[in-house]
């Protein structure tokens, strides 16, 4: 293993340990930093990260933003359109998508591959407890993100990924 590939994976866990502390307003915080707008935020069934295994190879992360109780439902769509500005403004590029869904890509400085789809929930809410029910539509206020990160170069992200999970 090269010194550079030992530094990156250094740098990783450093900074798994550090993001595992405390949420500064960013989604994926050292992954894929995505900046959290000011009408959603982590709350309810969204406070947590969930990671996976990609079969072919790499792992995924989701989770979800949830908008304000003070803003009004209208917002929500608006929302979802801000983070799609946002996603531009970062260098993510659209891939495909309609409404309610939009897919982006993304390749960092060490050649990771980083896939992100972003979903307008409005019929079910994530990991929220208790369930609402699917008639109460004020509630599921949700926009889901799910990144998936492919092949070696996106390796030295799992110690940080295993950190967010582990939150």
């Given at each position: ?67 304000l109780p003070y803003h009004p439902i209208s917002a ?10 946002v996603l531009r403004q970062n260098g993510w590029t ?68 295993q950190a967010m999970a582990s939150r």
């Amino acid at each position: 293993m090269s010194f550079k590939r030992l530094a990156i994976i250094a740098a990783s866990l450093l900074a798994a340990a550090s993001s595992a502390q405390a949420d500064d307003g960013t989604i994926f915080e050292g992954i894929a930093d995505i900046p959290r707008i000011s009408t959603t935020g982590p709350v309810d069934g969204c406070s947590t990260v969930t990671k996976g295994l990609i079969n072919n190879g790499g792992f995924l992360l989701f989770t979800c933003e949830k908008l304000l109780p003070y803003h009004p439902i209208s917002a929500h769509a608006a929302s979802f359109a801000n983070y799609q500005s946002v996603l531009r403004q970062n260098g993510w590029t659209r891939k495909g998508g309609d409404k309610k869904n939009a897919k982006y890509v993304r390749t960092d400085s060490t050649g990771c591959e980083t896939q992100l789809e972003m979903t307008l929930w409005t019929d079910r809410s994530m990991n929220e407890f208790p369930a609402r029910p699917a008639s109460d539509r004020n509630a599921h206020r949700q926009i889901v993100f799910k990144a998936k990160f492919f092949g070696v170069a996106c390796d030295h992200y799992y110690p940080l990924a295993q950190a967010m999970a582990s939150r």
